[in-house]
């Protein structure tokens, strides 16, 4: 079974970047049919869908974070990375990665999520 497992600090000052891995083991971030995404929830909110990436690299961002939001991949490690630029305090949340299934750049669903990692934004 795929597993996922996000990490970095947990703690980011305004205005900087946060930045956040995901390994992937028990599949590759390659295979086709499949992409790998990022979702967060700050407190309280719902769940926000923030970007994707697909097995070739291909990437497409929610259209409000676009500006400021970066996914990235190594394929050689098998894992993707998220940057989100010019943080503010709203961006505290929990973040995950997440498999998704993925044909003709639409998701059609949801799969193995990590267990999540939570990201304040504060001075």
């Known amino acids: 079974q795929v597993q996922l497992q996000e990490s970095g600090p947990g703690l980011v000052k305004p205005s900087q970047t946060l930045s956040l891995t995901c390994t992937v083991s028990?599949?590759?971030?390659?295979?086709?049919?499949?992409?790998w995404t990022w979702i967060r929830q700050p407190p309280g909110k719902e769940l926000e869908w923030m970007g994707v990436?697909?097995?070739?690299?291909?990437?497409n961002y929610r259209p409000s974070l676009k500006g400021r939001t970066s996914i990235s991949r190594d394929t050689s490690e098998n894992r993707f990375s998220l940057q989100l630029s010019s943080v503010t305090p709203e961006d505290t949340a929990v973040y995950y990665c997440?498999?998704?299934?993925?044909?003709?750049?639409?998701?059609?669903?949801?799969?193995?999520w990590g267990q999540g990692t939570q990201v304040t934004v504060s001075s």
């Open positions: 997440v498999r998704a299934t993925y044909l003709r750049s639409i998701i059609i669903t949801f799969g193995s």
């Open positions: 028990g599949g590759s971030i390659e295979t086709n049919y499949y992409a």
């Open positions: 990436i697909a097995a070739d690299g291909s990437t």
